[in-house]
């Protein structure tokens, strides 16, 4: 069996969110720094503290800390584009609610992000105004419109401090006075704002928050979130719908033809679903192109695998699916990408996940050309065993199953 720490996953693949979200790489992290700090400044989690949290104890530490590392599941390129129309930030409000109800969470966690651009007046996306807005919401929708206004602050003096007040006080009207008193009362601890501002440790202010959470996830766990992402990642175009899910399907059906064990089995389906997760930085504007790639636009879309790998090696339990899943475009004769990797240095799974690559993509719809004939898609794949791209007797016995 494979099993991975909850808070390694969740905090992993908020990474992912961020790198979609062209944020300031860190807006999850922040936004959950922020949020743990002014619900344990209200007290929630304390017994006795009544409201929606209260009742969850040590847990509501927990509930806050993912529900604002998660609070972006839902964003699109669209909402990114158009920030400024309600109906925007409703949608994506709801396709985070949706997404996450699939998945292994504390059940408030989804109702909470759903409502997460609410306002205390009612201005907000649904129009709930007053406390009908869950108090997790309201915490984290002041602790993301804090960090969309201050994330990408370069120096901190004694005017920013002013202008944080400032802002706060035009923005009164959006958050409770209970939320507003919790954060002007961090404000006025000078650590609070030193270590928000100190881009030093910018990329880190998560870690210091302690979150005791001792939950691992199994197989059909981690799946479910794999599962997750690669929705986000394929349904970013049309054209690349089914990528993910597919090339996972093909791992798995290779890594069993291969005599490969279970637990192999399933970090190859794992690695499959997560192995483009690093396209999540690359613009739609690129991904839909119909025609050949600039030079730049490919130099863009290269990045992808780079990603890939800093978002999975932020999760621990993870450190055998990373190569299999970061190294899709290296090749045997050291000519791929980014690391320029060669020969017998690629293991046996890497070298598959390549075919599999190759192979999906050819038999895919794309904005350039229409699905390959078989005979048209295993000349190709022949032509690049020959040039020592892929590995030719792996192409051979794959040709069986994937027939």
Not at 30 to 39: D, I, Q
Not at 150 to 173: H, P
Not at 392 to 398: D, Y
Request: aromatic content about 10%.
């Amino acid at each position: 069996m494979m099993y991975v720490s909850r808070h390694s996953l969740i905090f992993g693949l908020s990474y992912a969110l961020d790198i979609l979200g062209k944020n300031n790489l860190s807006h999850s992290k922040s936004t959950a720094y922020l949020s743990v700090l002014v619900a344990r400044e209200i007290g929630l989690g304390e017994p006795g503290k009544l409201g929606e949290l209260g009742e969850l104890g040590k847990d509501a530490d927990i509930v806050i800390y993912y529900a604002a590392l998660l609070h972006d599941i839902g964003i699109s390129d669209e909402f990114i584009f158009k920030q400024k129309y309600i109906a925007d930030m409703k949608r994506h409000c709801v396709i985070g609610e949706k997404m996450l109800g699939k998945l292994p969470l504390p059940e408030v966690i989804p109702g909470i992000v759903l409502y997460h651009h609410e306002y205390y007046d009612g201005s907000g996306a649904f129009g709930l105004s007053g406390d009908a807005i869950p108090l997790g919401a309201q915490i984290i929708c002041l602790a993301s419109a804090f960090d969309d206004k201050f994330g990408k602050t370069e120096s901190f003096d004694r005017a920013l401090i002013l202008e944080v007040y400032a802002w706060l006080d035009q923005k009164r009207a959006w958050f409770s006075e209970e939320v507003v008193g919790a954060f002007n009362r961090l404000i006025n601890r000078e650590y609070f704002l030193l270590d928000y501002f100190n881009h030093e440790t910018k990329y880190v202010l998560s870690d210091k928050i302690i979150v005791n959470d001792d939950v691992c996830y199994c197989c059909e766990d981690i799946e479910r979130f794999a599962l997750c992402f690669a929705e986000i990642i394929d349904h970013r175009s049309h054209f690349t719908f089914n990528h993910s899910t597919g090339i996972a399907n093909l791992a798995q059906k290779a890594a069993v033809h291969l005599g490969h064990d279970v637990k192999t089995q399933k970090k190859m389906y794992v690695a499959g679903l997560l192995h483009d997760i690093g396209k999540l930085h690359v613009s739609t504007d690129i991904l839909h192109k119909n025609g050949k790639l600039t030079p730049e636009e490919r130099f863009e879309i290269n990045k992808h695998t780079y990603f890939t790998r800093k978002i999975l090696e932020q999760i621990q339990g993870f450190e055998d699916i990373v190569d299999i899943a970061a190294n899709h475009h290296e090749k045997l004769d050291g000519t791929g990408y980014p690391y320029h990797i060669m020969g017998d240095k690629l293991s046996e799974l890497e070298r598959v996940m390549s075919i599999c690559d190759v192979y999906q993509a050819l038999t895919e719809d794309r904005p350039y050309r229409a699905t390959l004939p078989p005979e048209k898609v295993w000349a190709i794949i022949d032509g690049m065993a020959e040039r020592q791209h892929l590995d030719k007797s792996l192409v051979e016995r794959l040709k069986q199953v994937f027939n």
